[in-house]
């Protein structure tokens, strides 16, 4: 399996031979000069450097693939399989004649729409569930101000 980026301590790097394996689908229908592009967008809304909240690097990659795989969706044309033929959520309703079909994810925040439109993006926001928590951060105690 090749990487097609330098190695860099506490970076994930991409590698299209594995990723088009775990994604075969999108992997038929996109090079890797465009899923290349597709991880260094997905560092955009996963920080991938050594001050990453996700710290070890097989869990970043994993998520940044999920980013990976949910952008090339997004980005393939609709008769290719694009913008709405990877389905997610529950049927909440069915026709037969002329077929159609709707889905409901429930209730969404703002935020989370963006990714419930595939469900590598639905995925990746539940495994990041965690990180959208408010977190404690140890420091020491304020000095009082005491005012005359």
């Known amino acids: ?33 465009q899923a290349t592009e597709y ?12 001050r990453s909240p996700v710290q070890d690097l097989v869990r970043r990659t994993r998520l940044l693939n999920l980013l990976t795989a949910h952008i090339a969706q997004l980005n393939l044309p609709t008769d290719a399989g694009g913008n709405g033929a990877g389905t997610v959520g529950r049927v909440a309703s069915a026709a037969e004649g002329s077929t159609s079909v ?23 926001w539940q495994a990041t569930a965690y990180l959208r928590q408010m977190r404690f951060v140890p420091g020491r105690s304020p000095r009082p101000r005491i005012w005359p």
């Open 1 to 33: 399996m090749s990487e097609t980026t330098t190695t860099q301590p506490g970076v994930a790097t991409f590698d299209y031979a594995t990723w088009s394996q775990l994604y075969p689908g999108l992997g038929a229908s996109t090079n890797e000069a």
């Open 39 to 50: 991880f260094a967008q997905a560092g955009d809304f996963l920080n991938n450097t050594p």
């Open 102 to 124: 709707s889905f409901d994810m429930g209730a969404q925040s703002g935020s989370s729409a963006w990714f419930m439109q595939t469900q590598y993006g639905a995925m990746f």
